[in-house]
């Protein structure tokens, strides 16, 4: 079951941030842009706090059955995918600082650490049968 433990999870997590930063950063400087949008930092770490928190419990209830673990897994996915949602739309509504911005960096990083927590949790799952 521990094909990846919690302390190699986490440094793989960032690991992963590191390298999407450098090339969220990279492209940024690609396409000259003048502004760096403030609340990229932030967004980063709810990412990073969220995919930890959601690993956590992802083994926890792998511990104890296989049907807990799907259902964690179908309803953690979709509480992540509504309060990214609400996040997206509180932020259109109360900042409305380039929003357009905004909302592609938070949906990419939101696809991408949610790639990286279906392979992880592949690679767990094969490696237990």
């Known amino acids: 079951m521990n094909a990846v433990s919690t302390p190699r999870f986490l440094s793989l997590l960032l690991l992963f941030t ?3 930063f450098g090339s969220h950063y990279g492209a940024y400087a690609l396409i000259d842009a003048l502004v760096w949008p403030n609340v ?3 967004q980063y770490g709810f990412f990073v706090v969220v995919t930890f928190g959601i690993h956590t419990v992802l083994m ?3 511990k104890q059955s296989s049907k807990l673990f799907v259902n964690a897994f179908l309803g953690l996915m979709s509480a992540k995918m509504f ?4 996040i ?3 932020y259109l509504v ?3 600082d380039r929003p357009m911005a905004f909302s592609l960096n938070f949906l990419i ?3 991408l650490y949610t790639g990286f927590e279906v392979v992880i ?3 767990i799952m094969r490696q237990d049968n």
Do not use: Q, T
Not at 83 to 86: G, N, R, V
């Open 18 to 20: 590191a390298i999407v």
């Open 40 to 42: 990229v930092f932030l």
């Open 60 to 62: 926890i209830a792998n």
């Open 83 to 86: 309060f990214s949602l609400i």
């Open 88 to 90: 997206i739309l509180l």
């Open 94 to 96: 109360v900042i409305k």
């Open 109 to 111: 990083l939101y696809l």
């Open 121 to 123: 949790l592949y690679r």
